[in-house]
C-alpha cells in the first residue's frame, strides 16, 4: 500500500475532503447504532439504559474501583452516577464497599448476577465486532483501533490506556 493510501481504494488519505469525513462520521453514527442495538434490547428487560451498561462494563474491568474513578472514566454527573449505582445495589448486581484505607470511598464490585449481566451484554457486543473484524481482517482493525485512540480526548486516552494495560 503506497503511503497515504487506503486499502483496496487507492484514495488519498492525506488529503481528506469534508465528503470523505461525512461518510466516515455517518458511518460511526450506524455502526455505534448497530453496537448499541443488542445490549440494548437486553437492558430493556430490565428497565435500564446505557450509563447502566457502562457502569457495569468498568466495574468489571476494575473491580474496588472507586466510585470517583467511575465518574471520572464515565464523564457524568455524581448525581446521575448515583442513580445508575442506586439502581444496580438495588437490584443486586453492584455491591458497593467501605474503602479499606479511606472510610469514606466507596468501592464497587460486581456480585455474580452483576457479572452474569455484564457478561451477556459484552457477548453481544464482543459477537459483532467478532464478525466485523474477522470481515475488515488485522490490517483494519489495527487501523480502526488506532483511529479511535486518535479521536480520544487526552484524559480519556489515559484512562483507556491504563485499562488496556491492565492498570486500572
Known sequence: MAEGGAAGGGENLLFLTDEHLRKGIE??????????AD???ILEGYGYGRAHH????????????TVNNLLGLL???KQSLNRVLRALIEDGLVE??????DKRERHLVL???????ERDLSEAQRGRMRT??????????AGFRKVLEA??????RQHYQRLRDGNS
Do not use: C, N, W
Open 151 to 156: 479521536m480520544m480526548d487526552p484524559d480519556m
Open 111 to 117: 456480585t455474580e448476577a452483576g457479572a452474569a449481566l
Open 75 to 77: 464523564g457524568v454527573t
Open 27 to 36: 458511518a460511526m453514527f450506524f455502526a455505534y447504532r448497530g453496537f448499541t
Open 54 to 65: 457502562r457502569a457495569l462494563h468498568f466495574i468489571r474491568l476494575s473491580p474496588e474501583t
Open 132 to 141: 466485523a473484524y474477522r470481515q475488515a481482517g488485522p490490517d483494519a482493525v
Open 96 to 101: 458497593s464497599k467501605i474503602g479499606p484505607k
Open 39 to 41: 445490549p440494548d434490547r
